[in-house]
């Protein structure tokens, strides 16, 4: 973002809260409390150590939201946490409708392919979603979402290198009672939306919720005709609580996610030789993709939680789950209506995970230890085809995984004030790794139905078998002064699984049959929390400083033979430090503001690659950068609310800003997303006795253009393929909210 915007965003994010600190009368909406608020209406209650307690009191940089806030300020998906928590990114991987993307403070997931492990974990009441399809989940039914930011290697072990974040449903309780809301906005958006408990009996009960999201494109595919980033997601839940006493709580839950949204096929950045059909189109939402429109993405999960109080001190919880998913998708990377670069694909996964854990509690003593299970498959195909050279290459391959780990972390008050926490976890992978690759002549392979198509070369075809074993440690040491300030600091080591790359040509770089090495980051971090002016105000400040090394990214090698082939490798090597800086005041029952401001400076230190026509890795990581890192976020947002007809009307102005970012780690000026802003406005009447609530949510008020993902296939081959994806434009969402 350059000077003069950022400086802009600064100016107007003061200007938005300025016109909500001159309303008259104002009155305390919704504070982001989670689970309990106390005295003054600021305590949050958060389970990032696996156990309830105040925000205030976990030495860990988090954020805390709650369900009813994001849904307040008409948060879509999860991937808006990325305007509320600083220095993160959390996006719908390009070229994909419900693929995750995350990174925190500048650690992620550079491919979502099946058999790349993510960099930042997404935990649904507490059980570990392993692949990222199916991963962008909507806002309802959700109590809270927890964002921990740095390594969270002892309690939330599989692959949570860069962060976690923590998923929350709601409990059913034993009340009947429930809500219905229905949404209506901009590009004929209707959303259903229903929840209900019904209690059988004292301490049974059984509930579920149900969500229809319908949406036009915000453009068209100018070829085929069809919407093009529109919604078509039927998402259900329903489960069963019983609690017979305050030591017993067992729950089954279910879950099914139904996308058949149209693929995003993305827009050409670039013209190729003034060719019409490849220039490119007047709206960043249109495409002139000729590959087809048929998409389709089906996730659900099952899952058995129960909670068994052993003593006053110890409580035995037990977690058992699987889940499974399936996608079917299309990819045209060429933008154009012949088949230039295209990529039908599929995907399916599988997993089982069981988790046992026992929770201690003493007068001065706290923690947890366990052990934790996953049994995972992950595997899919797709086809390359390069239509000028009557080329299609088939990849296809499986990934399988069992992992074994255990963990404990454990709490001491050497004092009143001062806290020693310490933490360690054992994990041990076990992958076994299968590749196919082979070249076709002719338009699609046999796998997507060409069954005319050439079989040629075949490219790779090995199965290979590899184990990966790390102690990850963290420790913290914390001083509360009084009940209102904690200082800490604390150190952790991340750690993310080796594997095999499903790309990997064994002609071009036959040491692809080995596989990739685990990556590995220690990070330092000292941070201060306090609540002042009679817990009215509440900040969390963080400095932290990173060492990344052995980091899986993609790196070009030259061949003997000729080519360059792309393939996983331990290149990268690093140092990440910034800072961390959120605010939250509640003054009175009629007024609260939140603001959130992250720094992330991330630096390669060695980045080995080959250059053509030499034999031997050259170090290129002055220029080399981490990629959907922004130096710089920033989040400010107030809620004043007065009363009216009776009722309570709220009004929520946020702004949200991140600088410029790269897309990979070569800078790519053509493709690269400039800095950007967003302004968002929110406005809410609830009837006297809470049934009623009626509700307006507009998103993007200045209408920007932003760059939320994009590839470089640059050349004639290719078609000279430089494509954008696009955050959502101006929208206006309104809603009727009946509660029972």
């Known amino acids: 973002m350059k000077f003069q915007s950022f400086t802009r965003a600064i100016l107007l994010s003061g200007i938005a809260l300025g016109s909500v600190t001159t309303l008259s009368s104002p009155v305390w909406a ?260 000729g590959i087809g429109d048929d998409n389709k993405v089906e996730t659900q999960g099952v899952s058995l939680t129960g909670e068994f109080g052993l003593s006053d001190a110890l409580t035995f919880k037990t977690i058992s789950a699987y889940r499974d998913g399936h996608t079917d998708t299309l990819i045209d990377f060429d933008n154009t209506a012949g088949p230039v670069l295209d990529v039908p694909a599929f995907y399916d996964d599988r997993q089982f995970t069981q988790e046992l854990q026992l929770l201690f509690e003493g007068d ?63 994990t041990k992978d076990d992958k076994t790794g299968t590749v196919f690759r082979r070249n076709y002549t002719g338009i699609r392979s046999p796998q997507f139905g060409n069954a005319t198509a050439v079989p040629g070369l075949i490219r790779s075809d090995y199965t290979n078998s590899r184990s990966f074993k790390k102690l990850t440690p963290r420790i913290s040491l914390s001083y509360q002064p009084n009940d209102n300030a904690n200082i800490y600091a604390s150190y952790g080591k991340g750690f993310k699984s080796g594997g095999f790359d499903m790309r990997g040509d064994a002609i071009l770089t036959p040491t692809t049959v080995n596989g990739y090495e685990p990556e590995t980051i220690d990070s330092f971090e000292i941070g201060f929390k306090g609540a002042f002016l009679d817990r009215t105000l509440f900040t969390n400040f963080a400095l932290f400083k990173s060492k990344y090394k052995n980091q899986q990214v993609t790196v070009q090698v030259p061949s003997l033979a000729g080519g360059i082939a792309s393939f996983v490798d331990n290149a990268g090597r690093g140092d990440i430090s910034g800072a961390e800086f959120e605010l939250r005041v509640v003054p009175s029952a009629n007024f609260s503001m939140n603001a959130a401001v992250g720094y992330t400076n991330a630096d390669y230190k060695e980045f080995l690659t080959f250059i053509t026509g030499g034999t031997t890795p050259v170090d290129v990581s002055n220029a080399r950068e981490f990629q959907n890192t922004p130096k710089f976020t920033a989040s400010v947002s107030a809620t004043a609310s007065g009363d009216l007809l009776g009722g309570t009307i709220s009004f929520t102005p946020a702004v949200s800003l991140r600088s410029d970012a790269y897309m990979f780690e070569i800078p790519t000026p053509a493709l690269d997303p400039d800095g950007y802003f967003l302004v968002d406005a929110s406005a809410a009447w609830t009837s006297p006795d809470d049934v009623f609530k009626l509700s307006v949510n507009l998103r993007n008020l200045t209408n920007e253009r932003y760059r939320v993902g994009g590839y470089n296939f640059p050349g004639a081959l290719f078609g000279n393929s430089i494509i954008g994806y696009y955050g959502p434009p101006r929208t206006a969402t309104f809603n009727i909210e009946y509660r029972f």
């Open 30 to 289: 919704q504070d982001e409390a989670t689970a309990d608020e106390g005295e003054g209406g600021g305590e949050i209650i958060v389970t990032a150590r696996r156990r309830e307690e105040s925000l205030l009191d976990v030495p860990i940089s988090m954020t805390a939201i709650s369900g009813d806030t994001l849904a307040a300020q008409g948060a879509v998906d999860i991937t808006a946490l990325q305007d509320k928590a600083p220095n993160m990114t959390m996006q719908i991987a390009r070229g994909s409708n419900s693929t995750l993307i995350g990174f925190i403070r500048g650690v992620g997931q550079q491919d979502p392919l099946w058999g790349f492990e993510p960099g930042v974990g997404l935990y649904v009441d507490d059980v570990y979603v392993a692949r990222p399809q199916g991963a962008v989940l909507d806002i309802f039914d959700v109590s809270r979402v927890e964002v921990l930011r740095g390594p969270q290697g002892t309690l939330y072990g599989r692959n949570t290198i860069g962060g976690a974040v923590k998923y929350v449903t709601n409990k059913l309780g034993n009340e009947f009672g429930g809500k219905v809301r229905a949404s209506y906005g901009a590009y004929n958006q209707i959303d259903l939306i229903g929840q209900v408990t019904v209690p059988l009996g004292d301490t049974f009960s059984i509930g579920g919720a149900i969500a229809w999201y319908q949406r036009d494109g915000f453009g068209k595919n100018l070829t085929t005709g069809a919407e093009h980033y529109n919604k078509d997601v039927l998402a259900g839940r329903i489960s069963a609580e019983f609690a017979p006493s305050e030591d017993v709580f067992i729950r089954v839950a279910a879950d099914k996610i139904i996308d058949k949204s149209n693929p995003r096929h993305g827009t050409r950045l670039v013209g190729n030789g003034g060719v019409a059909a490849f220039e490119p189109t007047a709206s960043v939402y249109d495409t002139r993709a």
């Open 364 to 426: 001065r003593i706290q923690g947890v230890a366990g052990l934790y299970y996953l049994d995972a498959r992950a595997s899919g195909a797709f086809d390359t085809v390069l239509g000028g050279l009557n080329l299609t290459t088939l990849t296809s391959g499986t990934v399988k995984t069992k992992s074994y780990a255990a963990f404990a972390d454990v709490s001491f008050d050497v004092t009143e004030q001062l806290k020693l926490s310490a933490g360690l976890r054992y």
